[in-house]
Every structure is written in C-alpha cells, then in structure tokens.
C-alpha cells in the first residue's frame, strides 16, 4: 500500500499508522474510516482507539521511492498520512519521531503533511525543525470557520511550503487576506455514497482569488454530487478540474543522514 496510489497530486502515500478520530464535519464521510469499518469494523477510529502500526518493510518504501526519484532526477511527492492525522495525540510519540527520521533520510521527497490539528503541531514537530524541513509542505484541512481558526497557526509555523485543504468543499469559502501568504491550494467535492452537493460557482470564485494571489491551485476532484447554477451535473457533463498546480520546487538542501 502507498507505492501506487488514485490522489492526482501526489506519487505516493505513506502512513506511519492507521486511524483517526472525527474532528470536524469534514470527517463526517471520511474515505479512510470507511475503509477501517469495512476491513476492520472501525477499530481503529475514535478516542482511545488502538491506532494500527506497521513492521518494517512497510517502513522501507519510502527509501525505496526516495533512490527512484535521485536516478529521475524528478522530485517524488509522498501524502502523509492518507490513513491517519500525523498530529493526532493518540499516537505513539516515539512513531511519529520515527516518522521525522525517516523525512531526514529521503530529501528527494517531498512530503505533503496534511493535517485537522495544526494546533497540535508545535509540541509534536520534531526538535530540529528551525525554519522547516526544506522537503515538508505543511497543509491544513479547512472550511471557512477553520480557515479564520486555524490559518493563522498554520502560517506561525515555519514551513517549505503553507497550504490548504478545502477538499470536501460544503459551502462557500474567501480567503481574503491570506491568499497571498499561501503558496498551494487543494480544491474539490466529496466522493462516495452520500456525498454532499459540491457547486462550480464554489470552486470558481477559488480559481479566481488564487489568480489574483500567484497561489498554485488544485483542482482534485469534483465528487459524486457537482452542481452548477443550481443544477445537479452528470459525471459524464464534466470530466475534471482545469487546473492542477503545484508550489514551485526550489533546490532542496541536502538532510544528514541520521
């Protein structure tokens, strides 16, 4: 699991453990706890709920992609954690500090951190952090009310790259003023049985403000239930989003192996 993977923007996925807790009405048809409760009967979800680790060949993968990408001479992008929330305080601490080790020892990978609890983040970010792993793009899952709460956090961290999250997309979102200190977007309708309306007027007006701002936008997916004016879409009426940008590689400085 993770060496293939059906999330456009990225190569790979990788997850230092499995499960999560709902946070938000974002999780609410979380992709990764239906997964659990179809193969699992969710035992991994929820508070206290005993996370699933993984053996060491699952730990190997990510060296493995990391010396295709040296002999590609093409930048590798890894989602972490596609299964899980790396900040979750449910975890094992030692994992995640073996998960910081493993990101030193793969810096021709960008790892794509993507998180419900960046106000976590601080106490779990490893002790050498400084100005940011260069090959960590920090991202935060947001909808309006998290975006006003948590973008400012987000942003308070030093990281290679700041995103946003704004997948699934329920209701309209601005992003005013922080548009312009955000270097990536991620856009798109939720998937699956039950979906919840994704409107094109949404996903628009986003292409829009991120025009203005130089902010690279990806368009992901429009879900199962897409609308415009008003009007529910047939899949076959529109293929996918027009626009996959991605936040520009700068040279990436060399880890230590540690």
Known sequence: MGSVTKIAWCDHTFNPWWGCTQVSPLCDHCYAMMLDLRWFKRAHWGPAAQRRY??????????NWDRSAQMEGRRHRVFCASM???????????????????????????????????????????????AGYPNVWLLVSVDQAGLERDASKLLAIPAAVHGLSIEPQLAPLHLGGFARRLQWVINGGESGAGARPFHL???????????SAGTAIYMQKLGCNPFERGQRLRLSDYAGGDWNEFPIDLRIRQFPIA
């Open 54 to 63: 993984f053996g060491e060949a699952h730990w190997r993968e990510p060296l």
């Open 84 to 130: 899980a929330d790396v900040f979750d305080n449910e975890v094992d601490q030692a994992v995640r500090e073996r998960l910081w080790r493993l990101i030193r020892r793969t810096p021709n990978l960008n790892w794509i951190v993507l998180t419900k609890r960046i106000g976590n983040a601080r106490d779990m970010l490893p002790k050498d952090w400084g």
């Open 201 to 211: 007027e949404w996903a628009r007006s986003l292409v829009a403000e991120c025009r």
